[in-house]
């Protein structure tokens, strides 16, 4: 069978690709941008990819007529910039007018749980999704899903921020709205068990678990799984713009996705019951084994998709292989390099790097700059990384992006995604004669971006000189 997976670098795509290609369906990814997609990790001949982006009609022409079904996971609830809701309405159209010239016979969309009729922008950009894509010549199998629980979820980051960094929390009162949270696991079987099962055609459903919760009693079971102790105290006077303040600076997520979840958390997401999980045989699992299944992926370091590898960066949004090229002209560089003894080990750290393993040097003035950079409304340095040993291009290391991770050139490169007056790259290279370059470029903007160079260049100094010794040590 022929599928056609849209979002393929996205949190879901990525844990639903594998099932398909091990059920034995030849998968045909989307993706606005190739370089940030890593198809040799699947090794699979029944895989290719496309470069779509359906806010674009040109580049739809290249979507093949003969696909049996296609998956809608495509979302811009996270995006900085724009009008999200009119991103995902032109998305949505373009997409049902371009797969209704082929021969699908059915679309498969997760959407939100959508159960008031006062609903948050994004639930009720996702209805209007469903409407959409609902009016197509095609049959629509619509998912509704709540809070999906799994290691990399944004839901399941941000408890893990407010539970282990607060032992104590002044909370607003739309922690005591209710949920039906469902893992990770879950969402995929039902993603994957609806496939050409003509049974669910022109039908929707609410996905959920066995567990109706609210946030706050989330929180302290999130807490008891992990053996701590948490208070939480509700007060009415917090507005949900000082909500969204709270989850931006206690958690890793941005602001613009904070603004959205706390709008969506407002509303109560308790599923509708239906016979789908009879159906298709599925049991779903409970909140508490749902958190611990999440950490046993973590502590074997098998995280295969994180939130945070979205893009941030309204400059990336244009792709990453331009900025691949690292300017020259107007630029200002940090430039160091020493001879290293055992390549291996020395490119084993710096693949390694960022995250739990820091920055090899000065950790504190990392953190520092961080914090400055979400006072500032930046991503600071709290998004760390999905994988401790492995990198590809495209995903978040703190508060970069990889743009290039070739372990066969020895070659790392990363832009800067922190509030910046210009644009910022750092590579890490070895070279055939066993010597580890370590470059940082500046290309600033106007008069400020000189002033800033200027006043860092002490910092530099030894950071990136204790950097480059560490990791060659």
């Not at 059920?23 to 990814?29: D, Q, R």
């Not at 007018?97 to 939100?112: D, H, P």
């Not at 016979?275 to 950490?295: C, Q, R, T, W």
């Not at 066969?408 to 910046?420: D, I, S, Y």
């Amino acid at each position: 069978m022929r599928v056609l997976l849209t979002g393929a670098t996205g949190y879901i795509a990525q844990r639903l690709l594998p099932v398909l290609l091990s059920s034995g369906h030849e998968v045909i990814c989307c993706v606005r941008d190739k370089a940030r997609f890593d198809s040799n990790k699947y090794r699979s001949p029944s895989l290719s990819v496309l470069e779509v982006d359906f806010l674009k009609t040109e580049t739809l022409k290249s979507i093949p007529f003969d696909i049996d079904a296609a998956y809608y996971l495509i979302h811009s609830m996270s995006t900085s910039t724009g009008d999200f809701e009119k991103m995902e309405e032109i998305s949505a159209i373009n997409f049902k007018n371009c797969i209704q010239q082929t021969n699908a016979r059915q679309v498969i969309y997760l959407s939100g749980i959508v159960n008031e009729k006062i609903l948050s922008k994004h639930l009720a950009s996702r209805r209007n999704v469903e409407r959409i894509l609902g009016s197509g010549s095609y049959s629509l199998t619509t998912l509704r899903a709540g809070i999906i629980i799994g290691s990399g979820s944004a839901s399941f980051e941000i408890i893990r921020d407010l539970v282990e960094k607060l032992p104590v929390m002044i909370a607003p009162r739309w922690l005591d709205t209710k949920s039906q949270p469902i893992a990770i696991r879950n969402v995929i079987e039902f993603l994957s068990g609806v496939l050409i099962n003509e049974t669910t055609f022109n039908q929707s459903y609410d996905i959920g678990g066995p567990d109706i919760l609210t946030y706050k009693q989330m929180l302290l079971r999130f807490a008891k799984v992990r053996g701590l102790r948490r208070w939480i105290g509700i007060v009415p006077v917090m507005t949900p713009k000082l909500s969204s303040y709270w989850l931006y600076f206690i958690t890793s997520t941005s602001y613009s996705l904070a603004q959205n979840l706390v709008d969506s958390m407002k509303v109560e997401v308790v599923c509708k019951e239906n016979n789908l999980k009879e159906i298709l045989g599925i049991m779903p699992v409970s909140y508490e084994d749902a958190i611990s299944e999440a950490f046993e992926k973590i502590e074997l370091n098998q995280v295969p998709s994180s939130w945070k590898d979205a893009l941030t960066s309204n400059t990336l949004n244009y792709g990453i292989s331009r900025y691949a090229e690292v300017p020259v002209n107007g630029c200002y560089f940090d430039d160091r390099k020493l001879h290293i003894i055992d390549s291996e080990k020395v490119l084993n750290k710096i693949w390694s790097i960022s995250g739990s393993t820091g920055w090899y040097y000065a950790d504190w003035l990392w953190r520092v700059r961080g914090f400055v950079d979400k006072l500032f409304g930046g991503v600071g340095l709290r998004r760390g990384r999905k994988n401790q040993t492995e990198i590809s291009p495209g995903e978040a290391l703190d508060f970069w992006r990889v743009l290039i991770a070739d372990r066969t050139e020895k070659r790392l490169l990363l832009f800067a995604e922190m509030k910046l007056p210009g644009e910022a790259w750092l590579e890490f290279r070895i070279d055939n004669n066993n010597v580890l370059h370590q470059t940082a470029t500046f290309r600033p903007l106007g008069l400020w971006g000189r002033i800033y160079w200027y006043s860092i260049l002490p910092f530099h100094g030894f950071i990136f000189r204790g950097m480059l010794r560490n990791i060659a040590s």
